[in-house]
């Protein structure tokens, strides 16, 4: 039986035979391609090829790609573990063809590997075409047929609907009909009673899809017309572990050897074998998926947190974290201490486990415990929630409640169900289901884009020339308008150009561009599947006509100053703090830098000042910048580049050089450190475990910082009567300070002494009960400390009113003893009831309650108030 690791390396070298170049995956999470966050499919890193916007350097082209499917239209996280193949993260085993071959190979070539290469019997396989749209001028793919009918009987080819067997990129852009390989591993006695072909795409457990030919022909317009791609594409993805199954004879992914020996160390670690308790089987196929998941992401360079895709993986987390809690006993974090087996599983064919291991173990342990304390918060919430409901006399909580502790604890329904249950209530599911379409409806109009067609002017792509331009000649090759949030802008694409767009960090060009009859400006420079894209709030009245391209060179100045300083910044920070230190990211604007790095403690400010010491020395020396500029990668290895763990690579290069500051970068960069002028650290600080950030300033926003302190300490000067020893004087201001305010407390101490004395000559006993009251223009606090005093001193039956008047505010404050609370009043429903009468509201326990107003004037009147309604007059 062939283990996966064979069955990847299988794929790869049969179809190496074949003619493609095998390219390594892409990161799982994708920086920059505004449409995703992750990568969701084999073909995502193959785009920008599909839609013309750059060549292929290879027509043949296959891998193994991570992909991740939580969100939008490939949502299949609540599925995860209660069936047998879906998962968040999965392998996807692919080939592609550019231009090159097509249906015919593509059917001939995915029959032979898995007949002839892998020995699955061909009896058990099934084909579906598309079979057509009318509405879309369609016809049946009987080209793809015919090719079938060569390997198998016609009862195996099955005609699909556009739903299953048209793939479409987007609502625009490239599609095509598709051919699913679906397998039936059904016993023989269930496929005697009734046929796969029956089964074939019914969510049965083992008549699954396996292998999706996609043969991309068309270009869907903005319209929803179809026209003839230029280059015709094959796209395929094969689930690999969805393979394994099928070649290990097992009815589910999770009985492969992909999972199991993560589910054996999940069994073992909550003390309960896998396959003995449903539920606990759910819980440990979660944890299972959900770990890869998670320690991929980390290692592409996405932590968990509260936004777009962090967000994605926090909730994917704690959704392996609650399966633990509420299903496995795990009332610590514990999905840390699996990352061993992780890495013994993946971490050949994924070596970037091992690299980051400690990384990965400490974010996810700081994670998971967080969130335990987040889920006892949420218990104690619902648990309220349950007391408040039966008080009430109801045994149903409200949605509006069940879905608050969904989206704010990360409590998912079934958990709140569960709890309910066991306390004999239930939610109103309706009104959840209500709350949580209104807040998809607000993410979707959020997230809404009208997108017009492409008007092209001319064929061609784009030339990138701002690395020694910042002023170029160029022409518009199309452009399309693009309306969202009310506001319409205009993305222009040329055939040269000098900007800078947005990426690695750093943000994208603005400008002007400028032709003979007109000035437009350029807002932004994005990049769409590796298209640089110009946005512009207006188009050109004469978008044919020659223009000049011109960067905004003060900003692009100051932008390759802080690009420039992140690269020395990184070097300082390995030199001082030691080679575990790695980019996680980075912020490059012309105002601030900002950048994340691994380390695993605060650095102390000593460090700091080191680290930028090291910077502007380097500055000072003014080394010159050396780019080595497309070359080939094993030669950027060779130099020492540094590469950023998370970014794709091409087989060539850009390389940065400040002397022996040396790195991977696309962006744009000083022509020596001179011109960076200083690096100033402005904060040092958590982004998450395991990962700090430092932002600075360089050049004249340091010079800015500079002349603000400057101002800030002569104006301390002034006050301080120009003291020559600054901090001197300060230190004598606060010692005197601090010695007055203990002469204040002393004094208040002793008035507070002295009104109890006061207070206590004057008490009255009404019906046995020592009654204490006053109105005085005092603090409330001095008013609260005599109250908790005298209940020490007079024992179970008594009462203590207050009304106070400080800086014109009315306080009631209400004070009784237990004999008193026993006998059924309640302190909180006295100042509430009397609290009307100086224009407030208020409450507080049975015993103490403080009440606030607008009306001094009824103050005497409230006191007199609580005593009437507590019986003491």
């Known amino acids: 039986m062939l283990t996966a690791n064979e069955i990847r390396d299988s794929f790869k070298s049969f179809f190496e035979s074949k003619g493609h170049h095998i390219v390594p995956s892409a990161p799982m999470v994708i920086k920059d391609d505004p449409t995703l966050m992750f990568t969701n499919a084999g073909m995502n890193q193959f785009k920008d090829i599909i839609l013309g916007n750059h060549p292929a350097q290879w027509k043949r082209v296959a891998d193994s790609q991570k992909c991740l499917r939580v969100s939008g239209k490939h949502n299949d996280l609540e599925e995860v573990g209660h069936d047998t193949y879906h998962h968040t993260m999965f392998e996807m085993l692919g080939n592609w063809s550019f231009g090159d071959y097509f249906k015919k190979e593509a059917i001939s070539w995915a029959w032979e590997y898995l007949v002839d290469v892998l020995k699955l019997n061909p009896d058990n396989l099934y084909a579906t075409v598309f079979e057509g749209s009318p509405e879309e001028g369609l016809g049946r793919d009987d080209e793809a047929a015919a090719y079938w009918e060569q390997f198998l009987p016609k009862d195996h080819i099955i005609n699909g609907n556009k739903h299953d067997n048209f793939w479409e990129m987007g609502e625009t852009g490239p599609c095509g009909p598709c051919s699913e390989i679906h397998i039936d591993l059904r016993s023989e006695e269930e496929k005697a009673q009734v046929p796969g072909r029956d089964m074939v795409n019914h969510d049965h457990p083992q008549v699954i899809e396996i292998w999706n030919l996609v043969f991309m022909q068309f270009n869907r317009k903005a319209d929803g017309s179809l026209e003839d791609l230029p280059a015709r594409v094959i796209d395929t993805g094969m689930g690999f572990e969805r393979l394994c199954m099928a070649l290990q004879g097992k009815t589910s992914n999770y009985d492969t050897d992909v999972?199991?020996?993560?589910?054996?160390?999940?069994?073992?670690?909550?003390?309960?074998?896998?396959?003995?308790?449903?539920?606990?089987?759910?819980?440990?196929?979660?944890?299972?998926?959900?770990?890869?998941?998670?320690?991929?992401?980390?290692?592409?360079?996405?932590?968990?947190?509260?936004?777009?895709?962090?967000?994605?993986?926090?909730?994917?987390?704690?959704?392996?974290?609650?399966?633990?809690?509420?299903?496995?006993?795990?009332?610590?974090?514990?999905?840390?201490?699996?990352?061993?087996?992780?890495?013994?599983?993946?971490?050949?064919?994924?070596?970037?486990?091992?690299?980051?291991?400690?990384?990965?173990?400490?974010?996810?342990?700081?994670?998971?415990?967080?969130?335990?304390?987040?889920?006892?918060?949420?218990?104690?919430?619902?648990?309220?929630?349950?007391?408040?409901?039966?008080?009430?006399?109801?045994?149903?909580?409200?949605?509006?409640?069940?879905?608050?502790?969904?989206?704010?604890?990360?409590?998912?329904?079934?958990?709140?169900?569960?709890?309910?249950?066991?306390?004999?209530?239930?939610?109103?599911?309706?009104?959840?289901?209500?709350?949580?379409?209104?807040?998809?409806?607000?993410?979707?109009?959020?997230?809404?884009?009208?997108?017009?067609?492409?008007?092209?002017?001319?064929?061609?792509?784009?030339?990138?020339?701002?690395?020694?331009?910042?002023?170029?000649?160029?022409?518009?090759?199309?452009?399309?308008?693009?309306?969202?949030?009310?506001?319409?802008?205009?993305?222009?694409?040329?055939?040269?150009?000098?900007?800078?767009?947005?990426?690695?960090?750093?943000?994208?060009?603005?400008?002007?561009?400028?032709?003979?009859?007109?000035?437009?400006?350029?807002?932004?420079?994005?990049?769409?599947?590796?298209?640089?894209?110009?946005?512009?709030?207006?188009?050109?009245?004469?978008?044919?006509?020659?223009?000049?391209?011109?960067?905004?060179?003060?900003?692009?100045?100051?932008?390759?100053?802080?690009?420039?300083?992140?690269?020395?910044?990184?070097?300082?920070?390995?030199?001082?703090?030691?080679?575990?230190?790695?980019?996680?990211?980075?912020?490059?604007?012309?105002?601030?830098?900002?950048?994340?790095?691994?380390?695993?403690?605060?650095?102390?400010?000593?460090?700091?000042?080191?680290?930028?010491?090291?910077?502007?020395?380097?500055?000072?020396?003014?080394?010159?910048?050396?780019?080595?500029?497309?070359?080939?990668?094993?030669?950027?290895?060779?130099?020492?580049?540094?590469?950023?763990?998370?970014?794709?690579?091409?087989?060539?290069?850009?390389?940065?050089?400040?002397?022996?500051?040396?790195?991977?970068?696309?962006?744009?960069?000083?022509?020596?450190?001179g011109c960076i002028g200083m690096v100033k650290i402005i904060s040092e600080s958590s982004v998450a475990a395991g990962v700090r950030r430092i932002e600075a300033l360089t050049g004249a926003k340091v010079e800015e910082l500079m002349d603000g302190i400057q101002d800030t300490i002569q104006g301390l000067k002034v006050l301080f009567n120009n003291a020559p020893d600054l901090t001197a004087a300060i230190r004598r201001y606060i010692d005197e300070n601090a010695g007055l305010k203990k002469q204040i407390e002393d004094f208040m101490r002793e008035k507070e002494a002295q009104l109890k004395e006061r207070l206590l000559k004057g008490m009255k006993e009404v019906h046995g009960v020592k009654v204490v009251s006053f109105c005085a223009p005092i603090a409330p606090d001095m008013a609260k400390n005599i109250a908790f005093q005298l209940r020490g001193e007079l024992g179970d039956s008594f009462c203590f009113v207050a009304g106070t008047v400080f800086e014109g505010k009315p306080m009631l404050t209400v004070m009784l003893g237990e004999k008193l609370v026993a006998d059924g009043l309640k302190a909180g429903a006295l100042v509430k009831e009397a609290a009307r009468l100086i224009l407030g509201g208020g409450g507080g326990q049975p015993h103490f309650a403080t009440a606030g107003g607008k009306n001094p004037d009824g103050l005497k009147a409230a006191v007199d108030k609580v005593l009437e309604l507590a019986g003491l007059q």
């Open 259 to 673: 999972f199991q020996p993560m589910i054996q160390a999940i069994a073992t670690m909550a003390g309960t074998p896998y396959g003995a308790d449903a539920q606990k089987d759910v819980a440990m196929r979660v944890v299972a998926d959900h770990i890869r998941t998670i320690a991929f992401s980390i290692t592409d360079g996405q932590l968990p947190g509260n936004a777009k895709a962090g967000y994605v993986i926090r909730r994917i987390l704690r959704r392996a974290v609650r399966y633990g809690y509420t299903f496995l006993g795990q009332k610590r974090a514990f999905m840390y201490k699996l990352l061993p087996v992780l890495i013994q599983e993946m971490g050949t064919a994924y070596p970037e486990l091992g690299d980051q291991k400690d990384l990965i173990a400490k974010v996810m342990k700081e994670e998971e415990e967080t969130f335990l304390r987040t889920l006892e918060t949420g218990i104690r919430l619902l648990d309220k929630t349950m007391a408040e409901a039966k008080a009430a006399g109801r045994t149903e909580i409200s949605g509006k409640d069940a879905f608050t502790l969904y989206d704010t604890f990360g409590f998912p329904l079934d958990l709140t169900e569960l709890i309910l249950r066991e306390n004999g209530m239930t939610a109103d599911i309706e009104a959840f289901n209500a709350e949580m379409q209104q807040q998809k409806q607000r993410a979707r109009n959020a997230a809404a884009v009208e997108t017009g067609d492409w008007v092209t002017l001319k064929e061609g792509t784009t030339e990138f020339v701002g690395y020694d331009y910042t002023e170029y000649e160029t022409s518009i090759l199309r452009y399309r308008q693009v309306k969202q949030k009310n506001q319409t802008l205009y993305q222009i694409v040329l055939d040269k150009t000098p900007f800078y767009a947005e990426s690695g960090g750093q943000v994208g060009d603005t400008g002007v561009l400028v032709s003979e009859y007109e000035t437009i400006e350029i807002i932004d420079t994005k990049k769409e599947n590796n298209l640089p894209i110009h946005l512009a709030k207006t188009l050109p009245t004469h978008p044919e006509a020659p223009m000049m391209a011109c960067v905004d060179v003060e900003k692009r100045a100051a932008c390759a100053a802080n690009h420039s300083a992140t690269h020395l910044l990184d070097e300082a920070l390995r030199q001082v703090l030691g080679d575990h230190v790695q980019q996680k990211g980075s912020l490059v604007t012309p105002d601030s830098l900002r950048f994340d790095f691994s380390h695993f403690q605060k650095v102390t400010d000593e460090q700091l000042r080191e680290v930028e010491h090291r910077v502007n020395a380097k500055i000072r020396a003014n080394i010159p910048l050396t780019e080595h500029r497309n070359i080939p990668i094993e030669e950027a290895r060779e130099l020492g580049a540094i590469a950023l763990f998370g970014e794709k690579y091409g087989d060539h290069v850009r390389v940065i050089q400040f002397g022996s500051s040396i790195e991977f970068c696309g962006g744009t960069h000083v022509p020596a450190t």
